[in-house]
């Protein structure tokens, strides 16, 4: 069973800056299906990336994915007051499809 | 316009059962695999349970294997999750969510509640 681990725990940043977070697999994810999903308190998680890099509908290209095999990265070039939130990667090549710890990213 | 629709959610003393349901619209029901993921409270997602299109494949954590079933009937659009032998760590909000692309839909949740 694959475990993601999540780095950094939180983040805090000020609206304006860069966010890099990270996930870390135990072992190579499967076609690279990594996916990045944002929740807000009290909210259904929403798709941002999926496939390692590629942009879910609707979502703004200040946020990126990138990363393979078993190392990943979500971008967000210019944060948005509306961008703080947790955020969790999940890979869904394989069963079981499990999601990361999670990082916080708070205002600064 | 996609949506999921939970119910079913609610107080049950440890030991007992509950049937979740997930009613969709605004899609071919038929056409993809859908999710239970949970989430305790004041903690992460987990993946619960998986059925494909056709029922085919069926997948569980191991958190739920065995006490859990999930199934699916295409020709009402509706979505089931059998909870049996409730645990206080099964404590949660159930989110069903469609499989394309990663889990691009959600519901908003029902919120199960294992307490004496």
């Known amino acids: 069973e694959i475990v993601l681990t999540q780095s950094p725990g939180t983040l805090s940043l000020s609206p304006g800056e860069r966010a890099t977070l990270s996930c870390r697999a135990s072992?190579?994810?499967?076609?690279?299906?990594l996916a990045w999903y944002q929740q807000k308190p009290g909210q259904a998680p929403r798709l941002l990336i999926y496939?390692?890099?590629s942009r879910a509908t609707g979502i703004p290209d200040r946020f990126s994915g990138s990363g393979s095999g078993t190392d990943f990265t979500l971008t967000i070039s210019r944060l948005e007051p509306e961008d703080f939130a947790v955020y969790y990667c999940?890979?869904?090549?394989?069963?079981?499809?499990?999601f990361g710890q999670g990082t916080k990213l708070e205002i600064k | 316009e996609v949506q999921l629709v939970e119910s079913g959610g609610g107080l049950v003393k440890p030991g007992g059962s509950l049937r979740l349901s997930c009613a969709v619209s605004g899609f071919i029901f038929s056409s993809y695999t859908i999710n239970w993921v949970r989430q305790a409270p004041g903690k992460g997602l987990e993946w619960v349970s998986s059925?494909?299109?056709?029922?085919?494949?069926?997948y569980y954590a191991d958190s739920v294997k065995g006490r859990f079933t999930i199934s699916r009937d295409n020709a009402r659009n509706s979505l089931v999750l059998q909870m049996n032998s409730l645990r206080a760590e099964d404590t949660a909000v159930y989110f069903c969510a469609r499989a394309f692309r990663g889990f691009d839909s959600w519901g908003q949740g029902t919120l199960v509640t294992v307490s004496s």
């Open positions: 072992q190579s994810v499967t076609n690279n299906y």
């Open positions: 999940q890979q869904y090549g394989s069963s079981p499809y499990i």
């Open positions: 059925i494909s299109s056709g029922s085919s494949y069926i």
């Open positions: 496939g390692a890099s």
